[in-house]
Nanobody, 131 residues
Framework: QAQLVESGGGSVQAGGSLRLACATS????????MGWFRQAPGKERERVAL????????DYVDSVKGRFTISQDNAKNTLYLQMNNLKPEDTGMYYC????????????????????????WGQGTQVTVSS
Protein backbone atom coordinates (compact mmCIF):
# COMPACT_ATOMS: atom_id res chain seq x y z
CA GLN A 1 0.00 0.00 0.00
CA ALA A 2 1.43 3.36 -1.03
CA GLN A 3 2.02 5.97 1.62
CA LEU A 4 2.66 9.66 1.02
CA VAL A 5 3.97 11.88 3.81
CA GLU A 6 4.18 15.64 3.35
CA SER A 7 6.45 17.99 5.24
CA GLY A 8 7.70 21.55 4.99
CA GLY A 9 4.57 23.55 5.64
CA GLY A 10 4.53 26.49 8.02
CA SER A 11 3.70 30.14 8.52
CA VAL A 12 5.42 32.81 6.49
CA GLN A 13 4.86 36.43 5.57
CA ALA A 14 3.84 37.45 2.10
CA GLY A 15 6.79 37.36 -0.24
CA GLY A 16 8.42 34.51 1.63
CA SER A 17 9.25 31.00 0.47
CA LEU A 18 8.58 27.43 1.55
CA ARG A 19 9.60 24.08 0.16
CA LEU A 20 7.21 21.20 0.57
CA ALA A 21 8.38 17.61 0.35
CA CYS A 22 6.38 14.43 -0.19
CA ALA A 23 8.17 11.25 0.81
CA THR A 24 6.69 8.10 -0.64
CA SER A 25 6.86 4.49 0.43
CA UNK A 26 5.40 1.51 -1.33
CA UNK A 27 5.27 3.61 -4.49
CA UNK A 28 7.75 4.13 -7.30
CA UNK A 29 7.60 7.66 -8.63
CA UNK A 30 9.23 6.78 -11.92
CA UNK A 31 6.57 6.57 -14.62
CA UNK A 32 3.99 8.23 -12.47
CA UNK A 33 1.70 11.23 -12.44
CA MET A 34 2.09 13.13 -9.19
CA GLY A 35 1.19 16.51 -7.90
CA TRP A 36 0.16 18.97 -5.27
CA PHE A 37 -3.34 20.06 -4.41
CA ARG A 38 -4.51 22.60 -1.87
CA GLN A 39 -7.68 23.42 -0.02
CA ALA A 40 -8.47 26.67 1.72
CA PRO A 41 -11.16 26.86 4.40
CA GLY A 42 -14.59 26.97 2.83
CA LYS A 43 -13.26 26.32 -0.65
CA GLU A 44 -13.02 23.32 -2.90
CA ARG A 45 -9.76 21.48 -3.32
CA GLU A 46 -7.68 22.96 -6.12
CA ARG A 47 -5.04 21.35 -8.27
CA VAL A 48 -1.84 23.36 -7.95
CA ALA A 49 0.84 21.51 -9.89
CA LEU A 50 1.36 18.18 -11.59
CA UNK A 51 4.38 16.42 -13.00
CA UNK A 52 4.58 13.40 -15.26
CA UNK A 53 7.80 12.02 -13.91
CA UNK A 54 8.87 10.08 -17.00
CA UNK A 55 9.15 13.17 -19.15
CA UNK A 56 9.44 15.80 -16.45
CA UNK A 57 6.53 17.66 -18.05
CA UNK A 58 4.74 19.93 -15.62
CA ASP A 59 1.41 21.69 -15.37
CA TYR A 60 0.48 24.55 -13.05
CA VAL A 61 -2.63 26.43 -12.14
CA ASP A 62 -2.39 29.95 -13.53
CA SER A 63 -2.25 31.61 -10.12
CA VAL A 64 1.08 29.98 -9.22
CA LYS A 65 2.88 30.07 -12.56
CA GLY A 66 6.26 31.72 -12.23
CA ARG A 67 6.22 31.35 -8.44
CA PHE A 68 5.94 27.60 -7.74
CA THR A 69 8.11 24.80 -9.08
CA ILE A 70 7.32 21.10 -8.84
CA SER A 71 10.18 18.64 -9.01
CA GLN A 72 11.07 15.08 -8.11
CA ASP A 73 14.02 13.08 -6.86
CA ASN A 74 13.60 9.58 -8.24
CA ALA A 75 16.43 8.17 -6.12
CA LYS A 76 14.73 9.39 -2.95
CA ASN A 77 11.19 8.67 -4.19
CA THR A 78 10.32 12.20 -3.12
CA LEU A 79 8.27 14.96 -4.71
CA TYR A 80 8.86 18.64 -3.98
CA LEU A 81 7.06 21.93 -4.36
CA GLN A 82 9.19 25.05 -4.16
CA MET A 83 6.95 28.01 -3.40
CA ASN A 84 8.35 31.50 -3.81
CA ASN A 85 6.81 34.94 -3.49
CA LEU A 86 3.99 33.50 -1.43
CA LYS A 87 0.74 35.40 -1.20
CA PRO A 88 -2.03 35.29 1.43
CA GLU A 89 -4.28 33.58 -1.12
CA ASP A 90 -1.83 30.66 -1.15
CA THR A 91 -2.92 29.79 2.38
CA GLY A 92 -4.39 26.34 2.76
CA MET A 93 -3.77 22.68 3.42
CA TYR A 94 -1.45 21.27 0.80
CA TYR A 95 -1.79 17.64 -0.21
CA CYS A 96 0.56 15.43 -2.15
CA UNK A 97 -1.15 13.05 -4.54
CA UNK A 98 -0.01 10.23 -6.81
CA UNK A 99 -2.05 8.46 -9.46
CA UNK A 100 -2.69 4.84 -8.63
CA UNK A 101 -2.06 3.78 -12.22
CA UNK A 102 1.38 4.41 -13.67
CA UNK A 103 2.49 5.04 -17.26
CA UNK A 104 -0.57 7.16 -18.03
CA UNK A 105 1.16 9.57 -20.37
CA UNK A 106 1.24 13.33 -20.15
CA UNK A 107 -2.18 14.08 -21.64
CA UNK A 108 -4.02 11.76 -19.27
CA UNK A 109 -1.92 12.95 -16.35
CA UNK A 110 -2.83 16.58 -16.97
CA UNK A 111 -6.44 16.00 -17.93
CA UNK A 112 -8.80 17.99 -15.72
CA UNK A 113 -11.41 16.29 -13.60
CA UNK A 114 -9.60 13.11 -12.60
CA UNK A 115 -11.56 11.61 -9.70
CA UNK A 116 -10.14 11.79 -6.21
CA UNK A 117 -10.16 8.02 -5.88
CA UNK A 118 -7.74 7.71 -8.78
CA UNK A 119 -5.02 9.11 -6.51
CA UNK A 120 -3.20 8.09 -3.39
CA TRP A 121 -3.23 11.01 -0.94
CA GLY A 122 -1.03 12.25 1.83
CA GLN A 123 -2.35 13.66 5.09
CA GLY A 124 -1.56 17.25 4.16
CA THR A 125 0.66 20.01 5.46
CA GLN A 126 -0.60 23.46 6.40
CA VAL A 127 0.69 26.59 4.68
CA THR A 128 -0.27 29.95 6.14
CA VAL A 129 0.77 33.20 4.50
CA SER A 130 0.17 36.43 6.34
CA SER A 131 0.04 39.86 4.78
Amino acid sequence: QAQLVESGGGSVQAGGSLRLACATSGYTIGGSCMGWFRQAPGKERERVALVYTTSGSTDYVDSVKGRFTISQDNAKNTLYLQMNNLKPEDTGMYYCAARRVRWLGTSVCFRAGSPSESYYWGQGTQVTVSS
